[in-house]
């Protein structure tokens, strides 16, 4: 007699459409606390620039990207998290980016994939760890 074991994951089709849905969520996390800020600040006194995020849009938008990839790991196998989490970002990113006439959003675009695909497996392989 064999038996049979049921599973939390989805089969193909639902894997593709919560994956979307991740990716999705992704894009709206930039927006809602990157994509929006597109101006850099001119220091008066020195006339240095920085920007064009300050450090509460940076660390409010990796908890929630964080959140999100922890709440994914529900419905979705990791192999589909990091590229549908990096490449939502990434698409955000472009979105933001695309009145960039210097040529530097190529090599933004780079390091936003490596950085949220680099992250979002450290955050997964730390989630598995801790919590199988």
């Keep these: 007699m064999t038996s049979s074991r049921t599973t939390d994951r989805p089969g ?8 979307l849905l991740v990716a999705a969520a992704a894009l ?9 800020d597109t101006t850099y600040d001119v220091d008066p006194v020195t006339g240095s620039l920085s920007g064009p995020y300050s450090w509460w849009q940076v660390a409010g938008f990796v908890l929630s990207a964080g959140i999100l990839v922890v709440a994914a790991r529900r419905f979705v196998p990791a192999a589909a998290i990091v590229p549908a989490v990096s ?11 695309r009145g960039d006439d210097s040529g ?23 989630a598995r760890r801790f919590r199988p």
């Design 87 to 97: 490449g939502g970002v990434a698409c955000g990113f472009m979105l933001s980016a």
């Design 28 to 36: 709206g996390l930039w927006f809602a606390w990157l994509g929006w």
């Design 12 to 19: 193909a089709a639902p894997t593709l459409a919560y994956s």
């Design 104 to 126: 530097l959003a190529g090599i933004g675009l780079v390091l936003i994939l490596l950085g949220s695909a680099a992250g979002t497996a450290l955050l997964l392989l730390l």
